[in-house]
């Protein structure tokens, strides 16, 4: 069984930086993509930013520049550096990872329960 576990959230001042982690663990044969989403009160869920296995990476316009998505095979683990932050980035941040196991060889869309980023003065 796979888990991901997601830290790093908090409140931070607009203008400050936060680090977000998030671990899958389990029997993991392979990770593919890797990526981070968020969803603000009355919203929809949204791409943030997303790595693939070769470490290409894709970002929503609105945090170009600011974020910086990098992962970790060795521990399974995908970060999403965020300066600069503003208030409209205060959301849920949720990790996926799509992950290849014993259960599914093509690889599984796995979610974890999300962090919460408040970004407020």
């Known amino acids: 069984q796979v888990q991901l576990v997601e830290s790093g959230g908090g409140l931070v001042q607009p203008g400050g930086s936060l680090r977000l982690s998030c671990a899958a663990s389990g029997t993991i044969l392979s990770i593919k993509s890797m990526g981070w989403y968020r969803q603000a009160p009355g919203e929809e869920r949204e791409l943030v930013a997303a790595?693939?296995?070769?470490?290409?990476?894709n970002y929503a316009d609105s945090v170009k520049g600011r974020f910086t998505i990098s992962r970790d095979n060795s521990k399974n683990t995908v970060n999403l550096q965020m300066n600069s932050l503003k208030p409209e980035d205060t959301a849920v941040y949720y990790c996926k990872q799509t992950i290849v196991s014993s259960v599914s060889y093509t690889g599984i869309a796995y979610w974890g329960k999300g962090t919460l980023v408040t970004v407020s003065s």
């Open positions: 790595i693939t296995s070769d470490d290409n990476t």
